[in-house]
Nanobody, 126 residues
Framework: QVQLVESGGGWVQPGGSLRLSCAASGRTLSRYAMGWFRQAPGKEREFVAAVSWSGASTRYSDPVKDRSTISRDNTKNTGYLQMNKLKPEDTAVYYC???????????????????WGQGTQVTVSS
């Protein structure tokens, strides 16, 4: 079992920045890919970013690439999502997720991840 706890969400003005954290317990995550997803009210959960087990490979969705950085610290069993130049359309609940089932790789589908955190709210407004 893996427990994931996100933190770092909150309210921010457009153009601001936030750093989300995902702390894991129950199993070391150093061999597994980690992803961030988000879900706005009335919308499907969508991919934001993902990082390979080593941190060497990353992928980003088009809406956030060039504004976001995903990273991880395997010594702390923690992943991060730095988001800059935030826009109102970034408002959503952000979830971190871990893929412990698939071969090494960076995946973008919700169904590829089998452990999820409870989410942290990000609200971007003036």
């Amino acid at each position: 079992q893996v427990q994931l706890v996100e933190s770092g969400g909150g309210w921010v003005q457009p153009g601001g920045s936030l750093r989300l954290s995902c702390a894991a317990s129950g199993r070391t995550l150093s061999r597994y890919a980690m992803g961030w997803f988000r879900q706005a009210p009335g919308k499907e959960r969508e991919f934001v970013a993902a990082v390979s087990w080593s941190g060497a490979s990353t992928r980003y969705s088009d809406p956030v690439k060039d504004r976001s950085t995903i990273s991880r610290d395997n010594t702390k069993n923690t992943g991060y999502l730095q988001m800059n130049k935030l826009k109102p359309e970034d408002t959503a609940v952000y979830y971190c997720a871990v893929d412990t089932r698939n071969p090494p790789g960076v995946r973008v589908e919700v169904g590829d991840y089998n452990y999820w955190g409870q989410g942290t709210q990000v609200t971007v407004s003036s």
